[in-house]
């Protein structure tokens, strides 16, 4: 059974940087993708950012504005979402998803195979 684990979020001032992690177990991605979304409160789920495990390409949403950046370790099996110059508006759960096929890189959520529990990322101004 493949488990997605994220964990790095808290609480950080506005202009403050977080490194959430996305641990895979009982599988890998290797020919897959790995995406992150968030959902704040009486909000809809929102695209962040997906990378490939292989020729890590990485696609962001529009909000991103070069803020975030996604990587990858193979010999963890896992995927970094890099956020900084952070915003009271990012405050909001922080997913990750994993499809098993790569593809076409993808925003939607219903794309994907496997979702973690999320992690809460709480900007305060």
């Known amino acids: 059974q493949v488990q997605l684990v994220e964990s790095g979020g808290g609480l950080v001032q506005t202009g403050g940087s977080l490194r959430l992690s996305c641990a895979a177990s009982?599988?890998?991605?290797?020919?897959?993708?790995v995406g992150w979304f968030r959902q704040a409160p009486g909000k809809e789920r929102e695209f962040v950012g997906v990378i490939r495990w292989t020729f890590p390409i990485s696609l962001y949403g529009d909000f991103v504005k070069g803020r975030f950046t996604l990587s990858t370790d193979n010999a963890k099996n896992t995927v970094y979402l890099q956020m900084n110059s952070l915003k009271s508006e990012d405050t909001a759960i922080y997913y990750c998803?994993?499809?098993?096929?790569?593809?076409?890189?993808?925003?939607?959520?219903?794309?994907?195979?496997?979702w973690g529990q999320g992690t809460q990322v709480t900007v305060s101004s």
């Open positions: 998803a994993a499809k098993e096929v790569a593809g076409r890189l993808t925003s939607t959520p219903a794309d994907y195979d496997y």
């Open positions: 009982g599988g890998t991605f290797r020919g897959g993708a």
